[in-house]
């Protein structure tokens, strides 16, 4: 029973997909991180410019 145990392998693929979705998170929190500054003065820019726009 306990060699069955240790060959099955039937749950393998769904920690696979775990560790990838895992990964693809970590590499998204990553690049938003990094370009927070960027996107912020972007959108202070557009804010800026519709605040003038409507006057």
């Known amino acids: 029973m306990l060699k069955k145990f240790w060959n099955d392998e039937s749950g393998q693929g769904m920690v696979e997909y775990v560790l990838i979705i895992a990964l693809v998170a970590v590499a998204?929190?990553?690049?938003?991180?990094?370009?927070k500054d960027g996107i912020e003065d972007k959108l202070e820019s557009v804010n800026d410019q519709l605040e003038s726009?409507?006057?």
């Open 28 to 35: 998204a929190v990553l690049a938003f991180t990094g370009l």
């Open 53 to 55: 726009a409507g006057n």
